[in-house]
C-alpha cells in the first residue's frame, strides 16, 4: 500500500510530489527486474533466428538433461489456446509449424541460476526449412506477392473522402516523406515473477500498462478461468506502448504452473528490442492544393504502415495516422488512403503517438512547402488554416471541444529565440560535435522550425471504454482517511499522484491512501492514448463524489430540523461544514466506513463508414513546438539549441508533472528526428543495444521551453487533457524543420543522417512515387474476415 506524504497535501492544480518519488530516488523501489520469491526458479526463452522459415524438429534432449533444468517446454506444451492477441488472438504462444519474425519465441526454459537457464536453451536444436521472407511493405501488396498470412497482407484499409477530392486549387506541392522504425526503449526491460497459488492458479506481478487485458489474454492460453489468475503491478521502468502487447507473461506462468515453483523472467537488453513491438516504419505520399491567399482546398494522401506479421495495434494505429494525417487544420476536401500491411519484419505496435507522428512528419513539411511556394510566412500559414471550435474535420466529426490552436502558435511563435552569434562561442562543447572538438564553427548555420500537432484523447471509433474507482472513507488515529483502489498502471507518468490529488481536492482531506493496482479490482483501461488523467481520474472523482453524498446524508438524518440543501455541505479534515460554518464533526458519522464504487464512461463514439465518415473520436488536444538547431553543413553534425513548446492541457491536474512530460516528450521525439532508428537488414535488427541503438542523454537534449495553454474541457472531469503522447507528435517535425532550414535540403526520411545534412545520402533523387498499391476496395478492414473464427477475445477494444 502507498501511503502519500502528507506535506505539502497538494491539491489539483498545484504541484504535488509524487507519491513513488521517495523510494526511486533513494533505490528503494521495486521494478519487475528486482522481484524475488523463495525457491525461485528463472526462465528463459528460445527465439528464432530467422524471419521467415517452417519448424522442422525441435530436439529439447540435451536441454532437459542439463544442469540444474526443471522444465523445459515447446508449442504442444501449452495447455489451453496456443494464440493471443491484444485485439485478435492470432500470435502464437510458442510457434509450432512456422517462424514469422526474427526472435519469435519457439521453446521454454526453467532453471535454477539465470546461467544454467541460458546454457540449456543454447542446447535446443531447431531444424528450420528456410522459405523467402517478405520484406518489403509495398512489395507485399503486388498481385503476385507471396502471402504473409494465409488470409492475405493487408492488415487494414482505410479510405477517407471528404467534400470534393477533385477541387480545384490555385498552387500545390506534392512529397513522398518516409519514417524508420523507432524503439520505446524504457529504460527497465520486460520482466515478471509468477507464483503458482495451491488451488492451481497463479499470481502473477507484471510490469505492464493494462492488467486486465494481461490477464484476458492469458487465461485461455493456460486453460484457466480469469478469477484463478491474479496479476499484480509491478514497478514498471518506461513503456511508452511497449508493455501493451505480451511478452513474458505467458510465458512465465507456463513454467510456474509446470514447475510448481517461482518463476521469473526477465529480459537483457537485446532480448528486449527483439520482445516487444516497436513504432511502425512509414512511407507516406501527399498533394496539398491551396488558393493564391494560402487557404487549403484539398489534401491528398496515401499512407503505408509495415506491421510485421501479426495484428497487434495495427489496426487501431492505421485508424489515428489516417484521420490526423491532414493536420490541426481546415481542410474542405480531402482524399486521405491508409493502409496497413503483413511482413516477416519485427513486430509494429502502440508506441508514443500511435501514428499521429508519422502524419504530422509528413503534414508539417507539407506547410512548409507550401508556404515556401506562396511566399508565406510558414507560421501566418498556419495561423490562416488552425482548427477551432466548430471546425469539421475530414472525417465529417465536428470539433465541439475546446480547440485553441490559432492560440498555442501565436504563444509559441512569441517565446524568445536564444541569443548570440554561432561563431562568437568560446565553448567548443555547444558547437555541434561537442566534444569532438571538430570545428571552431565556421561551417555551422543556424535553423528554426516550426511544427504543429495534434491527436484523440482516449479509446474512439465505437469503442465503449471505461475506468473503474472504489473509495473507502473511514476514520484513522488521525482522523478521516480516504483509500482509493483503481487499477490504472503507473509507468512513470505520475498517474497514482494525480489520482491522490483528484481524492484529496474532491473530499477535503489531505490523508489519501492509494492500493497497489491488481486485478481483484475493476477494471481501469490501459495506460494507453493519453486517457488514464481523463478515465481513472474521472472514476475517482465520482467515488469520491458519491462517498461525500452518503456522509452528508449521515449528517442529515442525525441533525433533526435543521435544513442542509444539496451543495451546501462540505468537509474539511474532521469537520463538516454548511456554508462555511462547523456543524458536526466527521468521525462521529464514520465508525461504519463508507465504501463506493464507480464507473466513468467517455461520450460515444462511431466507427468510421465506407468513406470514413463518423463521429469517431472523443475529443481532441494540440500543441505546437519551435525548435532551433545549430547544424555544421560541411561535417553533418546538428545539435538542438532549443525547443518551444506550448501544449493545450485542459486543466493541468499536477502543473509541474505536466511540464514533465512535455519535457520527456520532445527528447524522445528529437531522438527519433536524429539518433533512432532500428537497422532491419533481412529481418534481423542489426543494433539490438544501446550501444548501436542511440538514445538522447541529457548531453543530447536541448533547452527546453515549456507553456501550458489551460482552457478546461466542458464535459471532461476537472477540464482535463491528456498530455503524454503530444511532444512527441510534434518534435520530430520541427527539429527537421529546422534542419531544413539551415541545410536547404529537402530532408523526407527520418531520422536524419548526416549525409542527409550535406546531400549525400540521395534522399531527394530518388524519385520515388507515392505509394499505390492495389489494395482491396474501401471496405473497412477486408482481411479481417479471415480472423472472425480465432477472435476469442471477447470483446472489442482497438487502441486508439
Not at 122 to 141: C, G, K, Q, T
Not at 567 to 578: H, I, K, N, Q, R
Request: hydrophobic share 40%; aromatic share 6%.
Amino acid at each position: 500500500m502507498v501511503h502519500v506524504a502528507q506535506a505539502p497535501a497538494a491539491q489539483v492544480g498545484e504541484n504535488a510530489r509524487r507519491v513513488d518519488g521517495i523510494p526511486k530516488v533513494k533505490g528503494q523501489f521495486a521494478y519487475g527486474s528486482d522481484l524475488s520469491a523463495d525457491g525461485m526458479l528463472w526462465g528463459r526463452t528460445v527465439r528464432s533466428p530467422h524471419p521467415h522459415a517452417r519448424i522442422l524438429s525441435v530436439d529439447i534432449s540435451a536441454a532437459v538433461i542439463s544442469p540444474g533444468v526443471r522444465a523445459v517446454l515447446v508449442a504442444h506444451d501449452v495447455p489451453g489456446r496456443k494464440t493471443f492477441g491484444i485485439e485478435f488472438c492470432d500470435q502464437p504462444v510458442l510457434a509450432s509449424e512456422f517462424v514469422r519474425y526474427v526472435g519469435e519465441p519457439v521453446a521454454l526454459v526453467a532453471a535454477e541460476h539465470p546461467e544454467l537457464a541460458r546454457l540449456a536453451a543454447e542446447r535446443i536444436r531447431v531444424e528450420y526449412e528456410l522459405l523467402a521472407p517478405a520484406l518489403d511493405m509495398e512489395a507485399v501488396l503486388r498481385p503476385e506477392a507471396a502471402r504473409v498470412r494465409e488470409f492475405g497482407n493487408v492488415v487494414r484499409h482505410l479510405k477517407i473522402v471528404h467534400g470534393d477530392p477533385d477541387a480545384s486549387y490555385d498552387v500545390a506541392v506534392d512529397g513522398y516523406y518516409e519514417t524508420g522504425m523507432q524503439d520505446q526503449a524504457a529504460l527497465g526491460p520486460e520482466a515478471c515473477l509468477a507464483i503458482p497459488t495451491g488451488d492451481g492458479g497463479i499470481e502473477l506481478y507484471v510490469g505492464t500498462q493494462w492488467l486486465h487485458i494481461d490477464r484476458r489474454q492469458i487465461a485461455p492460453c493456460l486453460d484457466l478461468p480469469e478469477h484463478k489468475i491474479c496479476v499484480h503491478l509491478a514497478g514498471v521502468g518506461g513503456a511508452f506502448g511497449s508493455r501493451e502487447d505480451l511478452s513474458v507473461q505467458i510465458h512465465a506462468c507456463m513454467l510456474a504452473l509446470h514447475t510448481a515453483a517461482p518463476v521469473k523472467m526477465s529480459y537483457g537488453r537485446s532480448e528486449s528490442f527483439y520482445g516487444h513491438p516497436h513504432r511502425h516504419p512509414s512511407r507516406i505520399w501527399m498533394r496539398h492544393g491551396a488558393n493564391r491567399l494560402g487557404k487549403l482546398t484539398v489534401v491528398k494522401a496515401r499512407l503505408l504502415l509495415d506491421g510485421g506479421p501479426y495484428t497487434s495495434t495495427s489496426p487501431a494505429v492505421i485508424l489515428v495516422a489516417s484521420t490526423f494525417a491532414c493536420g490541426p487544420y481546415e481542410v474542405p476536401n480531402a482524399l486521405i488512403e491508409g493502409t496497413v500491411v503483413y511482413t516477416n519484419n519485427p513486430l509494429g505496435g502502440a508506441m508514443r503517438g500511435f501514428g499521429a507522428v508519422q502524419a504530422c512528419f509528413a503534414h508539417e513539411a507539407q506547410m512548409d512547402k507550401l508556404a515556401g511556394i506562396l511566399g508565406i510566412d510558414p507560421i501566418e500559414l498556419r495561423l490562416r488554416n488552425a482548427l477551432s471550435t466548430g471546425s469539421v474535420l475530414p472525417t465529417g466529426q465536428v470539433v465541439t471541444g475546446t480547440a485553441p490552436v490559432a492560440e498555442i502558435i501565436r504563444r509559441c511563435s512569441a517565446i524568445p529565440l536564444p541569443e548570440g552569434p554561432i561563431p562568437e562561442r568560446a565553448d567548443r562543447l555547444d558547437l555541434p560535435g561537442g566534444a569532438g572538438n571538430v570545428g571552431r564553427g565556421e561551417g555551422v548555420r543556424r535553423g528554426v522550425g516550426f511544427a504543429v500537432a495534434f491527436k484523440n484523447i482516449s479509446f474512439s471509433a465505437g469503442n465503449r471504454d471505461y475506468s473503474e474507482a472504489t473509495v473507502r472513507l473511514s476514520i484513522g488515529p488521525e482522523g478521516p482517511i480516504a483509500e482509493i483502489r483503481c487499477a490504472a498502471s503507473e509507468v512513470g507518468q505520475g498517474v497514482h499522484t494525480a489520482l491522490v490529488q483528484i481524492a484529496r481536492s474532491e473530499l477535503g482531506i489531505a490523508n489519501v491512501v492509494l492500493c497497489p493496482p491488481d486485478t481483484k479490482m475493476g477494471s481501469a483501461g490501459p495506460t494507453s492514448a493519453s486517457r488514464q488523467t481523463m478515465m481513472s481520474g474521472g472514476a475517482v472523482q465520482l467515488a469520491c463524489q458519491a462517498a461525500l453524498e452518503e456522509l452528508f446524508a449521515r449528517v442529515r438524518r442525525a441533525c433533526t430540523g435543521s435544513q442542509f440543501p444539496d451543495g451546501t455541505l462540505t468537509l474539511s479534515e474532521d469537520t463538516v461544514l454548511a456554508k462555511g460554518y462547523p456543524i458536526a464533526t466527521a468521525r462521529d458519522f464514520l465508525e461504519q466506513p463508507i465504501e463506493v464504487t464507480r464507473v466513468y464512461r467517455h461520450r460515444e463514439t462511431t466507427p468510421p463508414d465506407e468513406n470514413g465518415q463518423g463521429d469517431i473520436h472523443v475529443t481532441f488536444a494540440f500543441t505546437a513546438q519551435r525548435a532551433v538547431v545549430d547544424v555544421d553543413v560541411e561535417l553533418g553534425l546538428a545539435k538542438v539549441i532549443q525547443v518551444a513548446s506550448v501544449q493545450d492541457v485542459g486543466h493541468a491536474i499536477n502543473p509541474q508533472s505536466v511540464h514533465g512530460q512535455v519535457e520527456g516528450g520532445i527528447a524522445m521525439g528529437l531522438g527519433f528526428a536524429l539518433l533512432e532508428e532500428l537497422q532491419v537488414r533481412q529481418g534481423t535488427i542489426a543494433n539490438p543495444s544501446f550501444t548501436d541503438y542511440l538514445i538522447p542523454t541529457i548531453m543530447d537534449v536541448p533547452v527546453i521551453i515549456s507553456e501550458l495553454y489551460e482552457e478546461p474541457e466542458a464535459g471532461l472531469p476537472l477540464g482535463a487533457k491528456g498530455v503524454a503522447e503530444f511532444p512527441t507528435i510534434a518534435s520530430p517535425a520541427a527539429v527537421v524543420a529546422a534542419l531544413r532550414n539551415a541545410t536547404g535540403q529537402e530532408l523526407s526520411r527520418i531520422p536524419v543522417t548526416p549525409d542527409d545534412l550535406v546531400g549525400l545520402s540521395g534522399q531527394e533523387s530518388r524519385g520515388l512515387p507515392p505509394p499505390s498499391p492495389e489494395v482491396p476496395g474501401p471496405k473497412a478492414i477486408p482481411e479481417y474476415a479471415g480472423l472472425q473464427s480465432d477472435r476469442e477475445v471477447p470483446y472489442s477494444a482497438p487502441q486508439v
